[in-house]
């Protein structure tokens, strides 16, 4: 089937009690048995929810996976993916620019079980390679990367790692599955902040991970059962509403940020824009060919603090907001906001300045949001 079929369908069957054509919201905390022993494949809701199974079907046929498993955050899909591949001992490697929460997680917490992170540039192939030791489990890379919006060769990523004995996690929230298919490029391992563009509305807060393996499909089944966190039904069904309009809004999000990084681009209080659709941002090649898309979100910077509080003080319609990949446009400050927890030093190497503003574009329409821009420059 086609992505947009398989947006709508995947996953999905009319209810058979019912015939309802949306997946009903089963908020259920357990299963009656008809005897000891005999029931119908339902137990306890933590192990099995019908609205959940729904949303990990169709993840998995839109990722092209075997299998996908959801969460309660982002952030929980995550750890459940280090918990997967890393044990005591061994390394991982992560995009040296990266969302703030995994650098906190990694760094702050899964370190001190005895893993070693070690931050590069990913889109430099051979310092990645130089990077990869005997003991390198995990490869974790975003591409782009939130806030610089650096572009990965996923490929080439993978011909790396398979060489030894890691695995590749690519954080796909940014493009979601209908702009770009990371296992398609051989990655093993899919991770999404379904908060984002695939729930779409900020009404939600959930993860999901997807795994070219069955091998490591049937470990993270078990290990989203025994750790318990998991995504609720009312929560799932809120996803899987957003995903059947994914691609529509997609494209939406696409032409306005096309359009607002071409006017930021020009704009002389403009010191740079960081956005893979503009011919001058050097990973604007390989984005075309590993992407149906440029996305939504574009980074630029003001030049100083002063200049991207003033213009942050003056945006009306564009939201003053932590997140990404609503409808409505929100805009941020990645040093105080985003990425506050990463350390001031490793901030600036990362160009992650005290005049770079975040926006995730939405899909109003294109006039008013430029006439909020215009007015917020003054």
């Not at 899964?110 to 005997?134: C, Q, S």
Request: with cysteine; charged share 20%.
């Amino acid at each position: 089937m086609g992505f947009r079929t398989d947006a709508i369908h995947a996953g999905q069957e009319p209810d058979p009690s019912t015939g309802a054509i949306v997946t009903p919201i089963f908020q259920t905390s357990t299963y009656v048995q008809e005897s000891l022993g005999k029931h119908k494949g339902y137990e306890y809701a933590r192990t099995q929810n019908p609205t959940r199974f729904a949303l990990e079907k169709n993840m998995a046929a839109l990722e092209r996976g075997v299998a996908g498993y959801a969460f309660a955050s982002g952030m929980a899909a995550t750890t459940a993916i280090t918990q997967l591949l890393l044990k005591q001992g061994d390394h991982a490697i992560c995009s040296e620019n990266v969302y703030g929460g995994t650098f906190r997680l990694f760094d702050k917490i899964i370190r001190h079980y005895g893993i070693e992170f070690t931050y590069v540039n990913t889109p430099d192939l051979p310092t990645l390679e130089k990077a990869m030791r005997p003991n390198t489990k995990m490869v974790f890379i975003e591409t782009p990367t939130n806030p610089m919006m650096a572009v990965t060769d996923i490929r080439g990523v993978v011909e790396i790692a398979h060489r030894g004995s890691a695995r590749v996690v690519v954080d796909n929230t940014f493009m979601t599955p209908y702009l770009q298919r990371p296992i398609e490029f051989g990655a093993d391992i899919v991770v999404h902040s379904t908060t984002k563009y695939l729930n779409g509305h900020s009404d939600s807060v959930g993860g999901v991970v997807i795994l070219a393996r069955n091998d490591d499909a049937e470990q993270l089944k078990f290990i989203q059962n025994a750790a318990g966190a998991i995504l609720s039904p009312f929560d799932s069904w809120l996803i899987l509403r957003g995903i059947k309009t994914l691609p529509l809004r997609m494209d939406a999000h696409n032409a306005n940020a096309m359009k607002i990084a071409t006017y930021l681009a020009a704009h002389p209080k403009v010191k740079h824009v960081f956005y893979p659709g503009l011919p001058t941002h050097p990973g604007h090649a390989l984005a075309k060919q590993q992407m149906s898309g440029f996305g939504g979100i574009i980074a630029f910077d003001l030049g100083s603090l002063d200049a991207a509080k003033r213009f942050l003080d003056r945006v009306k319609l564009c939201s003053l907001a932590e997140s990404l990949g609503a409808v409505e446009t929100l805009i941020s400050h990645p040093a105080t906001m985003t990425h506050a927890s990463v350390p001031a030093d490793h901030r600036a190497k990362l160009g992650i300045t005290d005049g770079l503003v975040r926006i995730s574009v939405g899909i109003e329409d294109i006039d008013d949001l430029l006439s909020d821009l215009d007015s917020a420059f003054g």
